[in-house]
T-cell receptor, first 114, second 111 residues
Framework: DGGITQSPKYLFRKEGQNVTLSCEQN?????MYWYRQDPGQGLRLIYY???????QKGDIAEGYSVSREKKESFPLTVTSAQKNPTAFYLCASRAGKGGHTEAFFGQGTRLTVV | GQSLEQPSEVTAVEGAIVQINCTYQ??????LSWYQQHDGGAPTFLSY??LDGLEETGRFSSFLSRSDSYGYLLLQELQMKDSASYFCAVRDMDSNYQLIWGAGTKLIIKP
C-alpha cells in the first residue's frame, strides 16, 4: 500500500540535544513538507522540498534543518537552537509542484522536551 | 498579509446540519481546501474549490465565493465520528503554491 510514514510516533529530547524525525513516502511524490502544529493551532510550514537535493525555508525554519537526498525521504532535524521544540510534527507529500493536488500526511511525531 | 479566519469551535447535534465558515486574505489565491483532523491524528483531505459554487461529496459539501473571499464546509446528517477539527487552507500562487492554513474549527457533536 502506498503511503507516507513518520517515525518515531513519540520522541523525547533533552535540553541541548539534536533529534531527527524520519519521513518516508512511497507515493512517488515530488513535493514534501514539514509542518509544526501546536495545541489548538493550525499548521505552520517549517521546510519544503519540490525536488531532490533542493529545499526551501517555510515560515518557521529557524532551529530546524532538512535534507532531500532521495525522492522518498525528507528527514527533519530539530537542533538545540530551537528554543521551544515541544509540538506535534507532521510530514506531508503531494504530486507535482504547482497547481493543486491533494496533500497526504503521515501520522505525526509528538516531540517533548524533558 | 495572508490570513484565514474560521470559528474556533462549533457545536451541533447528531443528525443535524452544520456549516463551518472560512474567510481568507491572500495575495495569490489559487484554491480553497478543507481537511479533517481527529485528535492526535493526521489531517485528511476533504474537498477543494477553485471556482465559485458548491462541490458535493456525499454528506460533505464545500462552497466558494472568490469575490467575497469566503468559503464554507457543510456537513449533513452529522454522525458522532464527525467530531474532529476542520481546517480550511488556501493554495497561494505567490508562495510557490504552498498551503496557508487556518487555525481550525473544533466540531463538537452531541447525541
Amino acid at each position: 500500500d502506498g503511503g507516507i510514514t513518520q517515525s518515531p510516533k513519540y520522541l523525547f529530547r533533552k535540553e541541548g540535544q539534536n533529534v531527527t524525525l524520519s519521513c518516508e513516502q512511497n507515493l512517488n511524490h515530488d513535493a514534501m513538507y514539514w509542518y509544526r502544529q501546536d495545541p489548538g493551532q493550525g499548521l505552520r510550514l517549517i521546510y519544503y522540498s519540490q525536488i531532490v537535493n533542493d529545499f526551501q525555508k517555510g515560515d518557521i525554519a529557524e532551529g530546524y534543518s532538512v535534507s532531500r537526498e532521495k525522492k522518498e525521504s525528507f528527514p527533519l532535524t530539530v537542533t538545540s537552537a530551537q528554543k521551544n521544540p515541544t509540538a506535534f510534527y507532521l510530514c506531508a507529500s503531494r504530486a507535482g509542484k504547482g497547481g493543486h493536488t491533494e496533500a497526504f500526511f503521515g501520522q505525526g511525531t509528538r516531540l517533548t522536551v524533558v | 498579509g495572508q490570513s484565514l479566519e474560521q470559528p474556533s469551535e462549533v457545536t451541533a447535534v447528531e443528525g443535524a446540519i452544520v456549516q463551518i465558515n472560512c474567510t481568507y486574505q491572500t495575495s495569490g489565491f489559487y484554491g480553497l481546501s478543507w481537511y479533517q483532523q481527529h485528535d492526535g491524528g493526521a489531517p485528511t483531505f476533504l474537498s477543494y474549490n477553485a471556482l465559485d459554487g458548491l462541490e458535493e461529496t456525499g454528506r460533505f459539501s464545500s462552497f466558494l465565493s472568490r469575490s467575497d473571499s469566503y468559503g464554507y464546509l457543510l456537513l449533513q446528517e452529522l454522525q458522532m465520528k464527525d467530531s474532529a477539527s476542520y481546517f480550511c487552507a488556501v493554495r497561494d500562487m505567490d508562495s510557490n503554491y504552498q498551503l496557508i492554513w487556518g487555525a481550525g474549527t473544533k466540531l463538537i457533536i452531541k447525541p
